[in-house]
């Protein structure tokens, strides 16, 4: 575990990913993450894990303790 994801939350966010992507026709080529507050320290925390999926991150107010975030 990483400290800010556990690992069934990882888990149901590859599934709900996949799962759109394979439903919809989505350019994956040009996918952001985006949050607020414990959102944004979530998409820091999944995106980092997972950077080759996303073009980019959004996170506005990123709820973190210190600057260090452990992977």
């Keep these: ?8 939350e990882k888990e149901f966010m590859t599934a709900l990913l996949d799962s759109v992507e ?5 350019n994956t080529n040009k996918g952001f993450i ?11 925390s999944y ?3 997972n950077y080759n999926r ?3 991150f959004l ?3 990123a709820f973190l303790n210190g600057t260090v975030i452990v992977l």
């Design 1 to 8: 575990m990483d400290g800010l994801m556990n690992p069934i």
């Design 54 to 56: 996303f073009a980019g």
């Design 59 to 61: 996170t506005i107010g």
């Design 47 to 49: 995106g980092l894990a």
């Design 22 to 26: 394979n439903g919809y026709s989505i």
């Design 34 to 44: 985006l949050g607020f507050s414990w959102g944004a320290r979530a998409a820091y």
